[in-house]
């Protein structure tokens, strides 16, 4: 097997620029806090810097990064952007890019880590730079739906929220929805990054 040139820790050359892709020790999320784990103030939890998330590819497989890309394009512009506060672009990948993904065989599902911590917003760190991986068999093998929904769940903790337990109205953070955030969901975004 020939070693994943996109391993922890090693530097990738992107338009010019290098990207190192190292975890930092990770930092709890919010757990379940009342009706579910929201973007709030609970103890040890992070929040997206403002209500500008700009997101990034780093995938250099012209194959996953068509699939994933029209997943998480969706997720961001359907759900984020148009269903909330949130504003949106997608970007060339800096320092200074909100959320970046790639998809790797390291992990089996998907994840999401803060890479970059900034500040404190009443008492929550604050996220400058958040990862996502999916993991290359969820890619190859899962379904459109399941792929929609993994993309949701994971930008859904680059703006703030955990895992959420099951609710009566479910969305994507608490397996439901099909990559639709619930109108719970949505209000919990737009309570934290009012922009006005």
């Known amino acids: 097997m020939v070693p994943d040139s996109r391993a922890e820790g090693v530097t990738v050359v992107l338009g010019g620029r290098s990207v190192t892709d190292v975890s930092p020790p990770r930092r709890p999320g919010p ?6 784990a929201q973007p709030n103030a609970s103890a040890g939890h992070y929040i997206a810097d403002n209500n500008l998330h700009t997101y990034a590819s780093i995938e250099l497989n012209a194959s996953y990064h068509a699939i994933m890309d029209f997943h998480v394009d969706a997720a961001m512009n359907q759900q984020y952007a148009a269903r909330t506060q949130l504003d949106v672009l997608e970007v060339e990948y800096t320092l200074n890019t909100d959320a970046y993904w790639r998809v790797t065989p ?15 917003h009443t008492g929550l ?8 991986r999916f993991g290359e068999d969820w890619v190859d093998t899962y379904s459109t739906h399941e792929k929609a929904q993994g993309s949701c769940h994971e930008l859904g903790h680059t703006v703030g929220f955990d895992d959420s337990i099951p609710e009566s109205n479910l969305g994507c953070m608490s397996g439901g929805g099909q990559g ?3 109108s ?13």
């Open 125 to 132: 760190d604050k996220c400058q730079r958040a990862r996502i």
């Open 184 to 196: 719970h969901e949505i209000a919990h975004i737009n309570g934290m990054y009012d922009p006005y």
């Open 106 to 120: 390291e992990i089996e599902f998907a994840d999401a880590y803060c890479m970059e911590y900034v500040g404190t």
């Open 180 to 182: 639709v955030l619930s």
């Open 31 to 36: 757990g379940s806090t009342g009706c579910c």
